[in-house]
């Protein structure tokens, strides 16, 4: 039995995540021509620029229109303070092409209508594009910024009849060229979304067949599907079963032959299992706790578990997918908690409860569990770090083991290892 | 709207969670949205607390907006009770709560818990962090500080210190030590350490010591017209200032105090020889306005900079400081636009800035030596050694702090003799131990921005006065004679000395008259 038959532990309380706001720090990379306005409170503001950390300094290509006490009082006011903001930004950015606004909680809650004023700056911007879609906490949790980015562009892309393979989800450069050379050996080249700069996005049709690269783009999925493409479900690229089984579901759907793509995949495989054999030494046979964050959870559970060989106690995602997650859901074998949603507290309880080798978490969480001698990997790294696909296996296992080394490294200075034996 | 990318305070609330942080059994439930969690990390990570601040989050969603988010609230509150079983709770809302407009203080008093629940309201449009620590710890002192006898030994308490705080944890250290050895007793340090009943003796001591007025003088105020305590208006620190904060201390009790300075190093550091190159230097200083004051003095009175440029994000503050500025014969910056900021450092030229994590971002980018002497700050500066701000020991600090960036007297002499020396030279680069130079070829290094044709901008701008300067060949081998890293400053200079005299070619004399009229 695997864990797709399991019971899902549904829990409602308070999550410690990040809101939606999060993803433009890394979706902003992926599209260098375009500018992410948050409509916000100053809350927005300083949450951008913690989780930024230093990047604010760049010239970023992200803000926030701060909504002051003044764009309360009336809603017809706020549209026109929107408009002499988004103009004075382009003017001071004249290469901006891409310009999407993005709802908060206050801008929602206040109803404001970020998609008609996107419509309304679109039609008077003849250069740039203008999109709406909403970061909210309220309504998206972290990487779910990225889905509902993602499938705002989808209604816009062009249409096409052509047979074509789509890969959604923004991946960093390095991995996204490993991706394309794997699937070019097959004799496939995939147009991938997001495209990049203004006018590079993919088309999009019933010929098209598409394939996701990460876990969370539920509604981006739905948004494809509107416009007549189709899913190919697979296990997500991480590890080298990950990244064999995506790929063979690819090849599958496109006819290639199985010769060539053992060829194709034959040596980069081969070097994955060996780098994870080498990097997961320290966490065959360990115990690991996956707190809610990114719905990367379930698929990075199931490398952990089959090709590092830990043992699984709770594998928790803030939202369970069974047409997305399924086929990872599938490779893990009965055991661990599945849970969805999050009670911070009483998940707390749990985890302290199982006391695992390894306590993948937050930021909020990680410092504090240590502080109680729980060995923690925090979560964030894996959606900022290249980790997908097979030469990223090995990085990927690291990622895991080495606070595990780091911890055996000070034994008899770090704290915690000196708690334990007080104990 | 405003459009921000970068601001130097959050929201109110988090000047909330500040206080709540920085005490002990005390408990925060915040009706917020999800996400609105991030702020916890400030605390886990840049503070790099072992426990989760104490703040709990009702965390509703879109889904729950139809639904009951007072009936939320009332839960959260209710669990929060029983879990942490504080001695007493502030419950408040953020920027989004405030917009659904539940009332956190109405029905939290409807749960009847056993403990003070203290409401508070914190305008999020209206306000930022400051504001939110100063009204939150004022609300917490109003509710729980009780009439009670005054210590028999002259005592204070200290008021300021709070989680995520500049140097708060060693400036609260410091202040106790010097006060407990002229004998006053400290009776509470709070918010930072205190607990709920802890505050509620605070009007035992004689009077407080306002550390940081950003975050307690509403406190103060109260304490001082509540229960007769009067309360120091001088921040200790620096020299002078810590001089004259013990005569304002003494001037209190009526105790003749005399200060142990053996361990304070500044005054002669500062007079020794090896610091007469820092005579002078221009220091542009910008922060909160507490930090941002005393720092200037520093800079002024017990360093001999000149201070070129002097601001504040915090308007709270703006009167005082633009005081000072006018005192100090600079135009005071009041602003919390970073862009503005970073326009007027560009103007003054400074040679060093003293500023917060933003500043010293701005000084990388112009290649100016910086120093943080302000919140906001990076994890760097929550720094695992002693290092206060106040005192004679935060004086010493200051010196360090405030002489590592700049490139040693000594060693710009030694660049200015041997500036014909190969190791000096552009193709050696800014290190000897293997680094290339990063220097452009010879004969476009120095024309950047090369005024092609003299006199065309000039001519096409029409009413403009401004003349454009041409830099003839020897003037050009001259300049190229100045280390790599001041030839920037030298080239400016010069161009802006032709300009005012209407020079529009740049000969080797009219490098050395500027070098002339801006020696000193």
């Known amino acids: 039995m695997s864990l797709i038959a399991a019971p899902i532990l549904r829990e409602r309380g308070q999550r410690e995540v990040f809101c939606g706001l999060t993803s433009i720090v890394w979706l902003h990379r992926k599209m260098p021509d375009a500018f992410f306005l948050v409509v916000g409170s100053r809350t927005c503001a300083h949450l951008l620029q913690s989780a930024a950390g230093v990047m604010i300094f760049a010239e970023p290509r992200f803000g926030t229109c701060i909504l002051e006490e003044g764009d309360l009082a009336g809603l017809k006011d706020a549209n026109e303070e929107l408009d002499r903001e988004v103009a004075r930004l382009l003017a001071r950015r004249p290469d901006i092409r891409q310009l999407f606004l993005v709802g908060s909680c206050p801008s929602e809650v206040i109803k404001l209508d970020l998609a008609k004023a996107a419509e309304r700056l679109d039609g008077s911007n003849p250069d740039v594009r203008v999109l709406n879609y909403s970061g909210s906490g309220i309504e998206t949790t972290f990487t779910e910024g990225e889905d509902a980015c993602l499938a705002a562009m989808v209604p816009g892309l062009e249409r096409t009849e052509r047979r074509q ?55 981006t999925h739905d948004a494809l599907v509107r416009r007549g493409a189709r899913h190919l479900p697979a296990p997500f690229p991480f590890g080298e079963e990950g990244t064999t089984l995506w790929l063979r579901a690819v090849a599958e759907a496109f006819g290639v032959d199985e010769a060539l793509f053992d060829a194709v995949t034959a040596a980069p495989r081969a070097r994955a299992r060996r780098a994870v054999a080498q990097a997961a030494e320290a966490l065959r046979g360990r115990r690991v706790f996956l707190f809610p964050d990114s719905q990367l959870e379930i698929p990075l559970g199931r490398f952990l578990v089959r090709e590092c060989g830990m043992e699984a106690v709770e594998i928790a995602s803030p939202y369970v997918h069974r047409g997305i997650h399924g086929p990872d859901l599938d490779l893990i074998p009965e055991g661990p908690v599945l849970a969805e949603g999050q009670d911070v507290d009483a998940q707390l309880a749990r985890a302290r409860g199982a006391r695992a080798d390894l306590t993948v978490c937050g930021l909020g969480l990680a410092n504090p ?55 | ?126 306000r930022k962090e400051n504001f ?18 005054r210590t028999a030994q002259a005592s204070c308490n200290l008021l300021g210190p709070t989680g ?54 509403a406190a103060a105020r109260y304490l001082e017209k509540e229960h007769g305590q009067p309360f120091t208006r001088t921040v200790p620190i620096g020299v002078d200032a810590t001089r004259g904060f013990l005569a304002e201390v003494a001037g209190i009790t009526g105790l003749a105090l005399q200060a142990d300075e053996s361990r304070l190093r500044l005054p002669w550091w500062s007079a020794s020889v090896d610091s007469t190159y820092l005579t002078g230097k221009r220091v542009f ?76 971002h701005v000084g990388k980018r112009l290649g100016v030596a910086t120093a943080v002497i302000s919140a906001p700050v990076h ?74 044709q003299p006199g065309a901008e000039a001519a096409a701008a029409g009413g403009s006065t401004r003349l454009e300067v041409v830099w003839l060949p020897d003037a050009e081998d001259e300049l190229r004679k100045i280390p790599f890293f001041v030839r920037g400053k030298a080239r400016r200079n010069t161009e802006g000395f032709a300009q005012e005299r209407g020079i529009a070619r740049i000969d080797r004399e009219t490098l050395y008259e500027a070098k002339a009229h801006f020696a000193r």
């Open chain 1, 165 to 219: 393979l789509l890969v959604a989800g923004a991946l960093p450069d390095a991995v996204e060229d490993e991706m394309r050379r794997l699937l070019g050996g097959l004799g496939i080249e995939p147009v991938v979304l997001p495209g990049g700069r203004a006018g590079a996005h993919p088309a999009v049709g019933p010929g098209t067949a598409f394939a996701l690269a990460q876990p969370f783009l539920a509604e």
């Open chain 1, 369 to 423: 569990l240590e502080a109680e001698g729980l060995t923690t990997k925090w979560a964030i790294e894996l959606v900022f770090s290249p980790v997908h696909f097979y030469e990223q296996a090995g990085d990927l296992a690291g990622l895991f083991s080495r606070p595990l080394r780091r911890r055996a490294a000070l034994r008899g200075l770090h704290p915690n290892v000196r708690l334990e034996a007080a104990e």
């Open chain 2, 1 to 126: 709207m405003k459009l921000a990318m970068w601001t130097y305070e959050g929201p109110p609330h988090v000047g909330a969670m500040r206080v709540a942080t920085g005490m002990r059994g005390l408990h925060y439930v915040l009706h917020a949205p999800q996400g609105d969690t991030y702020a916890d990390l400030l605390f886990t990570m840049i503070e790099r607390r072992g426990e989760r601040p104490p703040v709990t989050y009702t965390t509703f969603q879109a889904q729950d907006l139809g639904a009951d988010t007072a009936t939320l609230f009332k839960d959260a509150a209710r669990v929060a009770y029983e879990r942490h079983r504080p001695e007493a709770m502030i419950v408040g809302a953020s920027c989004t709560a405030e917009l659904i407009q539940d009332d956190p203080g109405g029905l939290a008093a409807a749960l009847d818990l056993p403990v003070p629940v203290i409401p508070l309201e914190l305008p999020s449009y209206q």
């Open chain 2, 132 to 149: 939110g620590a100063d009204e939150t710890f004022y609300r917490i002192v109003r509710a729980l500080a009780a009439p009670c006898e």
């Open chain 2, 164 to 217: 995520l705080g500049f140097r708060h944890r060693d400036d609260a250290e410091e202040i106790c030590a010097l006060l407990e050895g002229l004998g006053i007793a400290v009776n509470v340090v709070a918010p930072m350490g205190a607990s709920p009943s802890d505050v509620a003796r605070l009007p035992a001591a004689h009077f407080n010591v306002l550390m940081y007025p950003e975050t307690a003088e």
């Open chain 2, 285 to 360: 200083v910008f922060g909160d306005a507490t930090h941002a004051m005393a720092a200037a003095r520093v800079a002024r009175d017990e360093m001999g900079f000149e201070v070129c440029g002097l601001g504040c994000y915090n308007r709270e503050y703006a009167r005082p400081l633009r005081a000072l500025a006018g005192e100090m014969g600079v135009e005071a910056l009041v602003t919390d636009d970073h862009l503005e900021v970073e326009a007027a450092i560009e103007a003054a030229a400074p040679e060093l800035i003293l500023g917060t994590q933003m500043e010293r």
């Open chain 2, 379 to 452: 994890v760097q500066d929550f720094p695992a050694r002693h290092s206060p701000l106040m005192g004679h020991e935060g004086a010493n600090v200051l010196f360090d702090t405030l002489v590592h960036p700049l490139v040693m007297g000594l060693e710009d002499h030694l660049l200015h003799m041997f500036r014909g020396d190969f190791e000096f030279s552009d193709e050696a680069g800014p290190s000897h131990h293997g680094a290339t130079s990063t220097v452009p070829e010879r004969p476009g290094d120095l024309r950047a921005a090369p005024p092609a």
